[in-house]
């Protein structure tokens, strides 16, 4: 299996910039989709960003589109969501996750993603 831990998360105000890392351990992650997802207080669980790992193809939620951008490094087999002009609308739980699954379209919901993280908080005050 994979293991996936967060960090980067932290508290800071609207327009400023954080970067989240997902470092994986396990299997090969060659023909993995590796995917960003946030909660916040009373919400359900939302897609962000998704990423896969061989050719890097990304895809993202609208309303992080321009803002956000989901990356990968292959030698450290870690996963990145920089994220720029923060709204407090982002602030939650952020989540790495991985689909093992080899799928004609990127994966955007929950139950394709069979590995979780921890989660990272982010607060974003206006």
């Known amino acids: 299996q994979v293991q996936l831990i967060e960090s980067g998360g932290g508290s800071v105000q609207a327009g400023d910039s954080l970067s989240l890392s997902c470092a994986a351990s396990?299997?090969?992650?060659?023909?993995?989709?590796m995917g960003w997802f946030r909660q916040a207080p009373g919400k359900e669980r939302e897609f962000v960003a998704a990423i896969r790992w061989s050719s890097g193809r990304t895809g993202y939620r609208d309303s992080v589109k321009g803002r956000f951008t989901i990356s990968r490094d292959i030698a450290k087999r870690t996963a990145y969501l920089q994220m720029n002009s923060l709204k407090p609308d982002d602030t939650g739980v952020y989540y790495c996750a991985a689909d093992p699954v080899f799928r004609p379209e990127l994966s955007t919901t929950l139950g394709a993603y069979d590995y979780w993280g921890q989660g990272t908080q982010v607060t974003v005050s206006s």
């Open positions: 396990g299997r090969t992650l060659s023909s993995y989709t």
